[in-house]
T-cell receptor, first 117, second 110 residues
Framework: AQTVTQSQPEMSVQEAETVTLSCTYDTSENNYYLFWYKQPPSRQMILVIRQEAYKQQNATENRFSVNFQKAAKSFSLKISDSQLGDTAMYFCAFKVPLGGGADGLTFGKGTHLIIQP | SQTIHQWPATLVQPVGSPLSLECTVEGTSNPNLYWYRQAAGRGLQLLFYSVGIGQISSEVPQNLSASRPQDRQFILSSKKLLLSDSGFYLC?????????FGQGTRLTVV
């Protein structure tokens, strides 16, 4: 079974600072996908970024980037120039493409990120 | 574009009462559908998934059941709610890699 661990229950940074959220996972699979989801106070889960395990290049989406270390099974999220709207719960998630729909996401417990003005 | 609707947004139900949460997807056909539960201080836990009409798989044994009467409709049910069923329930759909989530239902069993 796969597990996802987010060791930081809560983080707080000043607006415009850079923050890194950590995530580690455990799996025996070689082909999988990793995601970061954001859940703002509205509770809507929003995909932030995804990484395919077979890609060595780290994914980047505007101010969001990841540091994917496959051997270490680590998948951290870096938010640059943080904004007040980045305040949210951030969940790291893992998926093995088993096909047949049996590919639900395994989530970590989340990190509550607070951006201070 | 695809959208997912989930209702109701909040629900307070007494112990022992039945439950029916509904989720519908628009703008796509034959999606994989999922029900997740988010307990306080925890991540999301996959409860059920469905790859087609009438096809339901359960990830964890529990007091809940799911049904898919139509291609883009997914229903979460219970005959008798328990206090431990309280939580935030999210429906999601997927066709490729990403999963897209509904707005969620906050269920409080009293």
């Amino acid at each position: 079974a796969q597990t996802v661990t987010q060791s930081q229950p809560e983080m707080s940074v000043q607006e415009a600072e850079t923050v890194t959220l950590s995530c580690t996972y455990d799996t025996s699979e070689n082909n999988y996908y990793l995601f970061w989801y954001k859940q703002p106070p509205s509770r809507q889960m929003i995909l932030v970024i995804r990484q395919e395990a077979y890609k060595q290049q780290n994914a980047t989406e505007n101010r969001f980037s990841v540091n994917f270390q496959k051997a270490a099974k680590s998948f951290s999220l870096k938010i640059s120039d943080s904004q007040l709207g980045d305040t949210a719960m951030y969940f790291c998630a893992f998926k093995v493409p088993l096909g047949g729909g049996a590919d639900g996401l395994t989530f970590g417990k989340g990190t509550h990120l607070i951006i201070q003005p | 574009s695809q959208t997912i609707h989930q209702w109701p947004a909040t629900l307070v139900q007494p112990v022992g009462s039945p439950l029916s949460l509904e989720c519908t997807v628009e703008g796509t056909s034959n999606p994989n559908l999922y029900w997740y539960r988010q307990a306080a201080g925890r991540g999301l836990q996959l409860l059920f998934y469905s790859v087609g009409i009438g096809q339901i798989s359960s990830e964890v044994p529990q007091n809940l059941s799911a049904s898919r009467p139509q291609d883009r409709q997914f229903i979460l049910s219970s005959k008798k709610l328990l206090l431990s069923d309280s939580g935030f329930y999210l429906c999601a759909w997927s066709k490729t890699l990403e999963a897209f989530f509904g707005q969620g239902t906050r269920l409080t069993v009293v």
